[in-house]
């Protein structure tokens, strides 16, 4: 709190004159009630108190003041919407009962511990923009954070707005060339962590993060790991110093003897009968008004009259006399405001008197209750007028059918409706038996709604036992604060009560919402001998006191404390009588109970006699409490638990306390277990749900041994307790609140106290904190969710949860997994006000729950993930070798068709250039068109035919000599839009004998972030000369262009647009095909920039290996959408048509943004066989026309043509999109054998492609587990962390491939994961780069495996992880068909905790978590995962998403996530070839390019 100094101590604070501390109390109500900001409150605070302070001053100020820490008390009724009858309180059932002083001072001690080793938590960062609902100044970031982040750089944040992704970039980072020297090109960037600016903002931030994570976890991971196969889940060891009980094992408790009494009635009704005729007008029941004012008192004889009324009614008037509604023993639903008690309680005698079972409920409209009243088979709902009034209607009049609730009668029950019996009509009462009297709805941890059956014979032995336990006598006046419908609101207050002759004073809370102290003041106006209450209304009256001398609470007998089962009922109880014991309130009157709607009243602490000793305190420890053990605290004060007792047993009842899980077994005296109960008072069944009752309502404990003691059946009550010396009861805890985390038992109260004990009045929302447990990775993970005050600023919410987190570690010893904090008043809430705690945990779990603050600590309590791997060294050239067997298995090897034995057309032996082979098929086919260009109307543009295509050729060729007097040999980059003019002046450069390179032009509205990858090529290949169009000319030397690169370096720009009608004298002709024909320059996913050099004899094997798979001729079409900058896109687009002579229908992909029917239409209008795309466009095509089918059917458009669609790709099959894509086109005709993909690396940019024959791609389930080993185990469909691969096409004519052990170089059996190496005829003989760096080139390009291949055959590495199988299909060559599965590159892969992981595979899981969740990339800084997420939905959700993400990267590849980024869409740059380049991304993170929406560090 900002003036602790000013604090005075509770002594000194009752030394303030009473009118100081009247205003005082006025202030602190107004400051919980939220009608003054926390600066007001201070500011007048210290006004009031300054003529004070000098003498209080000395006293110490740690010491907080009485009610200095409370958590606010409730206000502002909030209606909840479906039930306008409700005035419903929202400040919660769970505001102010777990104050407790002894709490706070304990924590406060704990956090000062903490305080000295300090640790800087980074504090997430947060977009202005997100959560509106905070003012702007709430939000403002801390100094070093108020820069707006340095957009200038990223691909994205200049085209974030327009939430579309921006046009496919290649980009490498800041220029890593492949075989480049470490050192030439990286100087700009200061390389502390792989290449991150050293003042970035997040590196400080996962700075802090990792060291978070250097201090050592408290349970230590134990060091062993099981079987190298599976990886083993961490087993918590239990503590070997764990406390275990020693005491002898208990034996049930006897209540005393349920006194015989002789004038008790045969039954509840009769009791009723008797007052209401021989005692007419003695009061039953006082109603309120809202400003706590009596309006009406129900009188015996009045009740009696008017339940005859309703039972008539009901029996009579509601059917026909043939066929009435109502039978005895059918259920009948009550459904009656909170503030009107009168009316229920007529109503619920009604239906005793008629034989008909009521079932009181809450609120109208939850679907639970809905289920309940389905089950008991209602068709009946009581209400008064005004309720049915507030009811929701339809238009015509009738009450809304709720969702989940059977179809109701509503009967109103309002006097001026009943029929008046005849003189000779009379109820049938029959003395109580075991026959149902009426049923009580309980919620269940999981959220389901119960019924509790209650027989007339528990009704009555249960008023008995109470009356006698409290001692009640006719005439006493009793005050009711509780809900009079259920527990002990309806036994004392509505049973007991008519039992007796007693008359209640019923406060509904809609009165203490204006008047907290209205139940004080009828006790003293009534001189109430009995009040019932919960420790939230001893606070409301404390905090509303105004030091009224008038009020004397001396006429209370017994002050029943109906909460009392709560471990900080005692801190109220205390506080309370030491202010309202000068008003005259004795110390023995105060009687805690425990009670449960099952086992009914467990026990109650029967009012003392004045002068003797009160009851002692247990105070246990913690640990011990979490170990199920009961040991008094010694060692550390900070985390004690002092409990008071509530009570004895029940007269007439028996008690047991048995272990809370696993069979009934009997606690020894020293454990902690569930207190059971058997007498006749309790509930008889959950209605309608055999099971369950009977594991609650039919417990026969057992001894050790596990044989029964006894034969009388208990009753589970749901409570956690022991029973102390004395026999007096303790109770630690309920089962519901039960946390068990690594078998330790924590309560959720508990931990709630804790959270309101650090000083939460100024984040957290009247007190307002859900405590549950979720089940992650194989254990209970706590959840703690608060409300956050609307005034409540970022940095106060952040180090309110950073302390919440420190306490509660430090006092319970238990990890908190997520904390969040959501705006006021967003939990779901009960009837009451209170937090729906099962509802929480469902929006929780399924992404809803919209927190405006969260705070993820999966590295604190996760200690059970499998120890990390050391590697095993695997087959090395010790392994057996015999034959083609390694270890016992056939080498992973394949082979596509031998190019040899195809016998082809003269073509090929005379011509061995493509150059030659284009100038021949000018003269033989002049007018044949090979290509055809398409726009976005699908209309051709532009044509070429064999001699058009020579011609122009030519003439580039000749400019190149006169304008850029280029030499045979030098490097040309080609610059140009996809399209036939790209195509020209590559042949022209052949023609020429210059060396083509061909790049994607930069982007006109994107400049700075492509045109430095242009300038990069240019630079990094030595191009003598640009060859572009006027157009992108004007733009390279354009201003902006100026500003992104230097302009005045270029190379000689030519433009190819006018060319003079000039021929060559003659056309060039390499010396020998092994000649460089052209550069290929590609950016890969991990940002490197590598060229590779392609040979005249490469081109021509690659062409003819195409043309044989794809049985490609002149008379064939084929329409391609790619791009045709580079690997087997270009050669598609620029090469194999010249070769084959087939004919190319050429679809630039960006014509299909504008246009999505583009590439189906033109398929269908061309009859096309075989069509080639891009990832990019599939995806394009699924997500864009997935609801436009019957369009395209309406078009007239059909797929059945298709052959073959082929993918062109270079990663693994992404089988997931190709389904969806034949799913979604299979209506208009497309087959699901057409689609398929291709593989290519860097050293080989063809080895698969499906083609036309040889079988169909198959399929195969790994183990994901085994993946991340570096092991394939190939496992069934549907098993669990099962990975579908398919196979990536055939192997091309003429290529073969080798699995090798990266590590080894040596080759490795089937179905061994491995690196695919490749030899063939089209390998690129090397890469290109400014220095030849001869190492790197001799080991990707030209290496021999270590042993075991005799040939000594040169193979390239691919750099990807992958493993052959042998089919039982048949190949075209008719040997049983070998399939090549690519799992992904090794560059891609993350090592982390020892082992590989794909980033597609935990992108895939995080793609699935949430429906606004658009795009998903992984990479890792210093050993911490980052996971950035694209938000497609509304900001409000972007924290959801934080828990979501983590639990599920959790869950399924058993990591912890770091960092969780949330973007919006169009962030996560993606190449041409549809790839997400991560590396680019984690640039940009790390140099805070991304203007994150949030980001969140897992603590």
């Given at each position: 709190m900002a003036e602790r100094g000013l604090e005075p101590a509770p002594a000194a604070v009752a030394a303030l004159p009473p009118e100081v501390r009247a205003q005082l109390a006025e202030l602190e109500l107004e400051l919980s009630e939220g009608d003054i900001t926390q600066k007001g409150y201070e500011k007048k605070r210290s006004k009031l108190l300054s003529p004070y302070i000098p003498q209080t001053q000395e006293t110490e100020s740690a010491v907080q003041k009485e009610h200095r820490n409370q958590t606010p008390a409730p206000s502002a009724a909030q209606t909840s919407a479906p039930s306008k009858y409700h005035r419903t309180r929202s400040g919660g059932a769970r505001d102010e009962r777990y104050r407790s002083d002894i709490h706070t001072e304990a924590v406060q001690a704990a956090l000062a511990k903490h305080k000295e080793q300090k640790m800087a938590l980074p504090m997430p960062t947060k977009r202005r923009s997100t959560f509106v609902q905070s003012p702007a100044d709430a939000c403002t970031p801390p100094e070093n954070l108020s820069a707006p982040p340095d957009v200038t750089t990223t691909t994205s944040s200049s085209s974030s707005s327009s939430s579309v992704r921006p046009a496919n970039i290649d980009l490498p980072p800041s220029g890593i060339v492949k075989g480049m020297h470490k050192g030439s090109n990286r100087s700009s960037l200061m390389d502390t962590a792989d290449g991150v600016p050293v003042s970035s903002r997040v590196s400080t931030k996962i700075q802090q993060l990792l060291n978070t994570l250097k201090r050592p976890k408290r349970p230590p991971l134990k060091e062993f790991f099981v079987d190298d196969s599976e990886e083993i889940v961490e087993v918590p060891q239990p503590d070997p110093n764990q406390p275990k009980p020693e005491g002898r094992q208990m034996t049930p408790v006897k209540g005393e003897p349920l006194g015989v009494i002789c004038n008790w009635p045969p039954a509840l009704e009769?009791?009723?009968?008797?007052?209401?005729?021989?005692?007419a007008k003695c009061p039953c029941l006082t109603a309120l008004d809202v400003t706590g004012k009596p309006v009406y008192t129900l009188t015996y004889g009045k009740l009696w009259s008017r339940s005859l009324k309703l039972a008539y009614t009901l029996l009579n008037k509601l059917g026909t006399k043939n066929e009435p509604v109502l039978k005895p023993g059918d259920r009948v639903a009550l459904v009656y405001p909170n503030n009107d008690p009168v009316m229920f309680m007529v109503a619920f005698y009604g239906c005793l008197l008629a034989e008909v079972i009521p079932v009181p409920i809450e609120d109208a409209g939850g679907q639970q209750i809905g289920f309940l009243l389905g089950s008991c088979g209602i068709a009946l709902a009581l209400t008064s007028e005004v309720c049915l009034k507030g009811l929701p209607k339809t238009q015509n009049g009738e009450i809304v059918q709720f969702k989940g609730w059977p179809r109701l009668k509503w009967v109103v029950t309002d006097s001026k409706y009943l029929s008046k019996p005849p003189k000779d009509w009379q109820p049938h009462i029959s003395p109580a038996g075991t026959e149902p009297a009426y049923i009580e709805y309980k919620?269940?941890?999981?959220?389901?709604?119960?019924?509790?059956?209650?027989?007339?014979l528990a009704m009555l032995s249960h008023c008995q036992a109470l009356s006698q336990a409290c001692n009640y006598s006719e005439g006493e006046t009793v005050v009711n604060v509780l809900d009079f419908k259920k527990d002990a609101g309806l036994w004392h207050g509505m049973f007991a009560n008519v039992m007796n002759k007693m008359h209640t004073i019923s406060v509904p809370y809609s009165v203490m919402k204006t008047c907290p102290l209205s139940w004080v003041q009828r006790v003293h106006a009534h001189k109430a001998k009995v009040a019932l209450v919960k420790c939230r209304d001893l606070h409301w009256a404390m905090m509303a006191h105004r030091d009224q001398r008038d009020v004397s609470l001396s006429s209370l007998r017994m002050l029943i404390v109906t909460d009392g089962a709560n471990p900080w009922s005692v801190s109220s109880c205390d506080a309370f009588l030491s202010l309202f014991q000068s008003h005259g309130l004795k110390p023995e009157a105060i009687c805690p109970c425990a009670t449960s709607a099952e086992a009914m009243t467990v026990a109650i602490r029967r009012p003392g006699v004045p002068g003797a000793p009160l009851p002692g305190r247990a105070i246990l420890s913690m640990n011990g409490l979490s170990y199920g053990v009961i040991r008094v605290n010694t060692e550390d004060k900070n985390s004690a638990l002092t409990v008071q007792d509530v009570g004895h047993v029940m007269p007439g009842g028996m008690m047991c306390i048995v272990r809370p899980d696993g069979p009934p077994q009997l606690c020894k005296t020293d454990e902690i277990g569930e207190i059971c109960v058997s007498s006749r008072t309790g509930g008889m069944m959950y209605f309608g749900l055999a099971g369950v009752t009977k594991n609650t309502f039919e417990v026969i404990p057992v001894n050790s041994a596990g044989s029964p003691v006894g034969d009388v059946p208990f009753i589970r009550s749901g409570l956690l307790g022991f029973v102390g010396p004395g026999s007096l009861v303790f109770v630690v805890g309920k089962m519901d609140g039960l946390l068990m985390v690594s078998g330790r038992r924590h309560n959720a109260d508990d931990i709630v106290a804790t959270g309101l004990a650090v000083e939460s009045i100024k984040t957290v929302y009247r007190g307002r904190i859900a405590v549950f447990s979720v089940s992650v990775f194989y254990d209970e993970r706590i959840v703690v969710v608060a409300e956050q005050r609307p005034d409540a600023s970022e940095e106060d919410s952040f180090q309110w949860m950073s302390r919440v987190l420190q306490a509660i570690d430090s006092i319970h010893q238990v990890g908190v997994y997520c904390l969040a904090l959501v705006p006021a008043n967003t939990l779901p809430k009960?009837?009451?006000?209170?937090?729906?705690?099962?509802?929480?945990?469902?929006?929780f779990l399924e992404g809803s729950l919209h927190p405006c603050n969260i705070l993820m600590c999966p590295h604190t309590c996760v200690t059970n993930l499998p120890k990390p791997r050391q590697k095993q060294p695997g087959v090395g050239p010790a392994s057996v070798m015999v034959g083609n067997l390694v270890a016992g298995k056939r080498i992973a090897q394949a082979a596509g068709r031998d190019l040899g034995q195809i016998e082809e057309n003269d073509l090929v032996r005379k011509h061995q250039f493509l150059a030659e082979i284009l100038q021949w098929r000018a003269q033989a086919t002049p007018?044949?068109?090979?290509?055809?260009?398409?726009?976005?109307?699908?209309?051709?543009v532009c044509t070429a035919s064999c001699l058009q295509l020579h011609k122009r050729a030519e003439r580039i060729a000749s400019v190149l000599g006169d304008k850029g007097h280029l030499n045979a040999g030098d490097n040309v980059v080609l610059l140009y839009p996809p399209g036939i003019e790209l195509i020209a002046a590559f042949y022209g450069c052949l023609y020429a004998g210059c060396?083509?390179?061909?790049?994607?032009?930069?982007?006109?509205?994107?400049?700075?972030?492509?045109?430095?990858?242009?300038?990069?090529?240019?630079?990094?290949?030595?191009?003598?000369?640009?060859?572009?169009?006027?157009?992108?000319?004007r733009l390279l030397r354009s201003r902006e262009a100026a500003a992104a690169v230097d302009v005045k370096t270029w190379p000689t720009i030519i433009d190819t647009d006018d060319l003079p009608r000039k021929r060559l004298p003659q056309l060039y002709k390499p010396p020998t095909p092994e000649m460089l024909a052209y550069l290929d320059f590609s950016v890969s996913t991990t940002g490197m920039l590598t060229g590779v050099k392609m040979s005249h004899s490469a081109v021509n094997a690659l062409c003819r290996a195409v043309k044989l798979q794809c049985e490609l001729y002149s008379s064939r079409q084929i329409a391609i959408c790619l791009d045709p900058y580079c690997g087997l896109g270009f050669a598609l687009w620029c090469l194999c048509s010249v070769y084959s002579g087939h004919q190319s229908i050429l679809i630039p992909p960006m014509e299909l943004e504008n246009n999505l029917f583009l590439w189906l239409s033109t398929v269908n209008q061309y009859k096309i066989r075989d069509t080639f795309c891009s990832y990019s466009v599939m995806e394009l095509c699924t997500k864009g026309l997935g609801n436009q089918v019957e369009v395209l059917k309406t078009r007239g458009i059909n797929l059945s043509c298709i052959r073959t669609c082929v993918v062109v790709a270079e990663e693994r099959p992404r089988i997931a999109l190709q389904q969806s894509f034949s799913k979604l086109f299979k209506d208009i005709g497309l087959s699901p054998r057409a689609v398929s993909t291709t593989f290519g690396s860097r050293v080989n940019v063809a080895i698969c492609l499906q083609g036309t024959s040889g079988p169909d791609p198959t399929t195969v389930y790994v183990d994901l587990k085994s993946l991340r080993h570096d092991r394939v185990r190939l496992v069934e469909r549907g098993a669990p962390q099962?990975?579908?691969l398919s196979e990536s096409g055939k192997i091309l004519p003429g290529v073969k491939v080798v699995i090798v052990n990266p590590e080894t170089k040596g080759p490795v059996g089937d179905s061994h994961l491995g690196e695919i190496w490749v030899n063939s005829p089209h390998t690129a003989s090397g890469y290109y780069t400014i220095y030849d760096s001869e190492t790197l080139q001799a080991d990707h390009f030209n290496t021999r495996l270590s042993f075991g291949d005799a040939a000594q055959t040169l193979w390239a590495r691919t750099g990807y992880l992958g493993f052959v199988r042998r089919t039982e299909l048949t190949a075209a060559t008719g040997e049983r068909h070998d399939a090549l599965y690519v799992?992904?590159?090794?560059?891609?892969?993350?090592?982390?905790r020892g082992l590989r992981y794909h980033p597609i595979d935990i992108e895939t899981s995080v793609s699935r978590i949430h429906r606004s969740i658009a795009e998903c990339a992984v990479f890792t800084w210093t050993n911490l995962l980052v996971v950035v997420v694209e938000l497609c939905g509304s900001e409000q959700e972007a924290l959801d998403l934080v828990p979501l993400v983590t639990n599920v990267v959790l869950e399924e590849h058993y990591l912890i996530v770091g960092v969780v980024v949330v973007v919006d869409p169009g962030v996560i740059p993606i190449n041409s070839r549809g790839e997400k380049q991560r590396m680019h991304l984690r640039d940009s993170f790390l140099a805070d390019q991304l203007d994150p929406i949030y980001v969140a560090y897992n603590m």
């Open positions: 009769s009791a009723l009968q008797r007052w209401g005729t021989t005692q919620t269940s941890k999981e959220g389901s709604v119960m019924g509790v059956t209650v027989s007339r009960t009837p009451l006000g209170g937090i729906h705690i099962s509802q929480t945990k469902q929006l007018d044949h068109v090979l290509f055809m260009l398409l726009n976005a109307k699908g209309t051709t060396i083509p390179v061909t790049v994607r032009p930069p982007h006109a509205q994107n400049l700075t972030a492509t045109l430095p990858t242009v300038r990069m090529i240019v630079d990094v290949s030595k191009a003598a000369c640009i060859l572009t169009t006027q157009t992108l000319m099962s990975l579908l799992v992904g590159a090794l560059d891609e892969t993350l090592e982390l």
